[in-house]
Each structure stands twice: as C-alpha cells, then as structure tokens.
C-alpha cells in the first residue's frame, strides 16, 4: 500500500482536517486544527506531503520520527499540528487496513467508557449557574468555565470576589458529586495565582487550569504547586514529551496536551506514559472537531492513567451549524450517558466523515483568528 494523495480543509468554525488517500481505497483522516492560524497549518502539511507521498503508510513510528526530525528544525505549534494531523490519518488507515478501533493497536482497551466534560461561562463567564444546570440537564457529570474575563496582574479585589463567586456558583448547582474545573487561561500573574489558588480550595476544583503562562519559569509554578492542596493542569501549549518534562517535575497532577497540537496518537501516548511515572493524570485538551475527540477517544480507552476528555459540543466558539457533528455521517458515536461516551469498535478512528459537507465547507471558509484584548490602559491582555 501506498500513499498517493493528501488533502486539507478548512472548515468552520476553526478546524483543519487532512485526508490522506492510498491506492488501495483504504483513507485516513486526521485534524491539524492550531487555533488562529490554520492557513499556516495547512501549508506545513503540504509541505510534509512531498515526504509521505509514495510511502506505505503503515511505517507510523518511521514516518513521525522523520517528519519531526528530518527537518532539523523541530517542535512548535506548527510544525507539531501538522504532525498530529498526519500522524492521526495514519493510525486511522491503519486500524481499517486491521478492522479493528485504533486503541486495539495501541494494546487494546483498559477501560469500557470515558468521561467527558462541557463547557460552561465562555471567554468571559456570567451566568454559570444557569450554565452549568443546562450541561447537567444534558447528562454531564463534569464542567470547566473560565475564572474571568480579562484580568489584571494583580487582580482588585473585587475582581477576586468574581471570580470566587463564580466558582461557587457552580459548585452549587453540582452539588458534592460531580466536578467543576477552573481554566485561569495564562491570564493571571504568578503572586496572583498564589493569592488566588487557596481560596478557591473550599470548592474542590477538579483541577486549576493554566494559573500561570506555560514556558514561564518552572520554578514559580513548583511553587504554586507546593502552596495549594488544588490539582494543577496544564499542557495545550505544550508540544513534546520534552515540553512536559519540566512542568511534570514541577509537580503539577493534570498533563493537558493537544492531540492537534502535540505530535499526534503517537506523541500523546508517549507524555500519558512519561506522566504516569510521577503519578499524574492525563486529560486531553480538546474544543476542536470531530476528528481531533475521535483520536482522542483512541488513546484515552488505552491509557492507564486518565482522569477526564474534554469535548466542544456548544462550546462558546462554535455558531449554529458550526458544531461537532456536523461534519460526521453518524452523530451517534459522541453520545454520552452519564457523563460517558461508551466504547464502539468501528475500525481506525471510528468516525465516518461527510467528505461532500467537508468539501463544501472548505469553499466557503474563512480563516479564523484569535482575539485579541486589551487591558483599560491599552496594553495587551493574554486571552
């Protein structure tokens, strides 16, 4: 078998997909998505392209290495999403090629479902409680919200009772036996974190997410580890098992990578193990598309250590008719009781694509960017 073609397309709301075609029929799909910038994505798959065209697509391992490598320069949110695109239509070609669901070939399934969480409050969070009752009418088990909107860097006081407040609300309409998780979105400043990190406490967070930048220094995030009984989460910015080494000496208990951001099936499988040997807990980011949970899903039903799968249904950035099913022939493979979406052994990634919905929607797409905010005096304030 043979690869003879590899497509991209941009849909909305901000997703890339890549389809990679052989001359045995057999077709994978994968999902580049970089947030922002996926007309830059979609250049460095095509450029990967000149690379995979006439190879066999079953050398996985060979072709990542060489697509992360072989360029001399390596990592980063580009080069990566390309990667991870990629190396999920691979895996996918290979479990049809198979029959058997992707997490067959990475050892089989360790468990029967997994448990998802919604998102509740958007970029900036009102009206939560309302929010929150609405994904728990739903059937979830699990929501994340945002502490706030822009913030500054060392937030007034009032700004601190917001967000406190916030997060009661939640914990109110969940009651005691079901989470909420709380995504500070690199917004706010280490000595805020600290200030912030045990008064949030009472309300049993989940896990804080992001309470400083990633690639800041480590050593003011072992801190905050070390000041708050609160789990720690962080890792969509993060792109390499080498990237996660130093937060998870830092200590932090949640890694969050990117399967469209970080290198793909094959690299995430590689951080879940690196962080079970300092006994944290693998929860993968992901507000992108169909294909990016699908993928997700795979190593989650084969990965010892998971804790929790995010999920974009009616997430904050997705308009009408712009959401996670709508590009998918049977919706029924995300339905979730109980909070879970239940294990299926449909081969490869296990979705089946409505490839003319896809067509279309590339025609008519326009890229999306990432807001930018600004703080009352003008300067840049972090999303």
């Keep these: 078998m043979k690869i003879i073609q590899i497509e991209t397309f941009q849909v909305a709301p901000r997703w890339l997909f890549v389809k990679v075609d052989t001359d045995e029929g057999v077709t994978g799909w994968g999902e580049a998505s970089l947030e922002g910038h996926g007309d830059v994505v979609r250049q460095a798959v095509a450029a ?31 080069l990566s999403s390309a990667l991870a695109g990629l190396d999920q239509a691979l895996w996918d070609i290979a479990g049809k090629t198979h029959g058997v669901p992707v997490y067959q ?15 509740v409050g958007g970029d ?3 009206q939560v409680g309302e929010a929150v009752a609405a994904q728990v009418e ?8 945002n502490a706030s909107g822009v913030v500054g860097h060392l937030p007034p006081q009032a700004q601190t009772a917001a967000i406190l407040e916030r997060a009661a609300a939640a914990r109110e309409v969940l009651g005691p036996d079901r989470d909420v998780a ?3 979105h690199g917004r706010i400043s280490a000595p805020a974190a600290r200030r912030l990190l045990p008064l949030l406490e009472p309300f049993h967070p989940l896990f804080v997410e992001e309470p400083v930048l990633p690639g800041n220094n480590h050593a003011a995030l072992a801190r905050l580890v070390a000041g708050s009984s609160t789990p720690i989460a962080t890792g969509e910015r993060l ?7 130093p937060v998870l000496q830092a200590g932090v208990a949640v890694v969050q990578p990117d399967l469209s951001h970080a290198g793909g099936i094959s690299e995430v499988r590689r951080i879940a193990a690196l962080a079970e040997t300092f006994d944290a807990a693998l929860a993968p980011h992901c507000p992108l598309g169909p294909l990016a949970l699908a993928a997700c899903l795979q190593v989650d039903f084969a990965t010892p250590n998971l804790l929790i799968q995010e999920q ?10 712009e959401d996670l099913l709508d590009y998918l022939l049977d919706t029924s493979v995300f339905d979730f009781r109980d909070g879970h979406i239940h294990r299926r052994d449909a081969p ?21 960017r990432t807001p930018v905010w600004r703080h009352d005096d003008g300067a840049f304030a972090e999303w």
Excluded at 138 to 145: E, H, I, P, R
């Design 48 to 78: 990967q392209a000149d690379y995979l065209i006439g190879q066999d697509p079953g050398r996985i391992e060979d072709h990542w290495q060489t697509m992360a490598k072989g360029g001399f320069y390596r990592g980063g949110p580009v």
């Design 105 to 119: 070939l990475l050892g089989g399934p360790v468990r029967d479902r997994v448990r998802v969480y919604g998102w």
């Design 124 to 126: 900036d969070p009102h």
């Design 138 to 145: 739903a059937g979830l088990t699990a929501v994340k919200m």
């Design 182 to 184: 709380i995504d500070f």
């Design 239 to 245: 792109y390499s098992r080498w990237d996660f080494l």
């Design 312 to 321: 974009s249904l009616g997430i904050h950035y997705n308009e009408p008719g």
């Design 348 to 368: 490869g990634l296990g979705v089946a694509i409505d490839e003319a919905a896809v067509r279309r929607a590339d025609a008519a797409s326009t890229p999306w």
